[in-house]
């Protein structure tokens, strides 16, 4: 029998090769498999893209409710305890028709390309700012930790609203929110399940002088759009909008931050595919931001649960069993990408990889994602001439958002006067 249990094990995602051949075994042998655990619930694990698409757009058939991430059973106890169920906080990702549409309708024309197009001066403020920084470092750097987490923070911080002084504690409750197993970003000693509450305490208490000050202080920011909502004529309540504010500022980073380090790493270690970016930087900035995304897949799953019986490939999904939607494995099924496991910006993207998810909750800040990453690439291969790595890649030790936390790096720069003209989308 495989060793199913790695995939609950944060420590294992540390070495996401072993999870990768575990996902390549599953597509093969097991693709739709039922698993029995002690310290967790029993779960159906998808791993194939076709079927995680089926499952994703089937909202008559499989909910978010009630739990949308692995947790163990003592947890889940624990929150049940709490606040009557398995799940700790109402977000989107957590939501079923007909209140999901209506909460993601808020914000959704908010994360369309024809209005983030007003935020590329920021955006390219802000990769200039992280640029700036590597210069000041001669290059020499862990681009990880001191570059590629910045940048997607200060940009979503600035549309969430969020004053420049609270960027350190966002970043520090996000990796503690995502990584809450990590050595390096776990709360304090996390030697109990009441840590994690700890961290969605000091979050709401955060938000919620937020949404105060935006009722008397509106501002053209997300945080007063979400403060001041109305759905059906009512205001949305505190838990919402708490939930809203959540995963619009961990979310809206820490995946974003997690591709554009994939992508530096790949151009580290492939001289050929950085002259390419840099011969012609519109076009593969774009190119190598999707496969990133898709190479990456730092969103590693969610949770649906079946409302009625669902026959699978062959297997019979009861009404009441919860299903594992393993988007990594959906991102490298070598039925919809050929040679998956290499990195190929050219390949099609005529199918859709897994990483943004599919049907109503496909990602809301996708484009954004996209927008960021592209823009990034593309002033990087105008101030820097190579790039190398300098040691090897660290990865987050988490099953549920992850991916390189330490990517240390030597960027060769282009003398100040030979600079290029930089790029913009």
Not at 60 to 82: C, G, K, Y
Not at 159 to 170: A, F, I
Request: aromatic fraction near 8%; proline fraction near 6%.
């Amino acid at each position: 029998m495989k060793d199913f249990a790695k995939l609950y094990d944060p420590s294992a995602w540390g070495d996401p090769d072993q999870i990768h051949a575990l996902f390549s075994e599953m597509r093969r042998d097991a693709p739709v498999v039922f698993v029995e655990c002690d310290a967790y619930p029993d779960f159906w694990h998808i791993t194939k893209h076709a079927d995680i698409f089926e499952i994703e757009k089937r909202t008559d058939v499989f909910l978010s409710e009630p739990r949308t991430t692995i947790q163990t059973l003592e947890t889940e106890a624990l929150a049940e305890e709490m606040s009557g169920g398995v799940r700790r906080i109402r977000t989107l990702v957590s939501m079923d028709p007909p209140e999901h549409p209506k909460m993601r309708q808020l914000t959704q024309q908010w994360f369309m390309p024809k209005n983030l197009s007003r935020l590329q001066e920021q955006i390219e403020a802000s990769a200039t700012q992280s640029l700036d920084r590597m210069v000041a470092m001669d290059g020499q750097c862990d681009f990880a930790r001191d570059v590629g987490v910045e940048f997607p923070l200060r940009v979503i911080m600035t549309v969430l609203g969020v004053p420049q002084e609270d960027y350190g504690s966002m970043l520090r409750l996000t990796q503690e929110l995502f990584g809450p197993d990590d050595p390096d970003m776990r709360r304090q000693a996390n030697d109990d399940a009441l840590t994690g509450m700890s961290t969605h305490m000091e979050f709401g208490l955060y938000f919620q002088r937020m949404t105060l000050d935006r009722r008397r202080n509106p501002r053209d920011d997300i945080a007063t759009l979400v403060s001041n909502a109305q759905v059906d004529g009512q205001p949305i309540d505190d838990a919402a909008t708490y939930g809203y504010y959540l995963i619009i500022a961990t979310a809206g980073h820490d995946t974003t931050s997690y591709s554009l380090i994939e992508a530096v790493r790949q151009l580290a270690s492939d001289p050929s595919l950085f002259e390419r970016l840099k011969n012609n930087p519109e076009e593969m900035s774009a190119k190598i931001a999707e496969e990133a995304i898709r190479y990456a897949s730092p969103v590693r799953h969610f949770v649906r649960t079946a409302k009625t019986d669902f026959d699978l490939r062959g297997k019979t999904i009861k009404a009441g069993d919860p299903v594992i939607l393993w988007y990594p494995s959906g991102s490298r099924d070598e039925e919809v990408f050929k040679d998956s496991q290499r990195f190929d910006p050219d390949r099609s993207t005529k199918v859709r990889h897994a990483a943004f998810g599919h049907g109503p909750h496909m990602c809301l800040g996708m484009y954004l994602a996209r927008q960021e990453i592209s823009t990034f690439l593309s002033l990087l291969a105008d101030r820097v001439e190579c790039l190398e790595l300098t040691g090897p890649p660290q990865f987050v030790q988490a099953n549920f958002v992850s991916g390189i936390k330490r990517l240390p790096i030597n960027a060769q720069l282009f003398p100040t006067n030979n600079n290029k003209t930089a790029v913009a989308h």
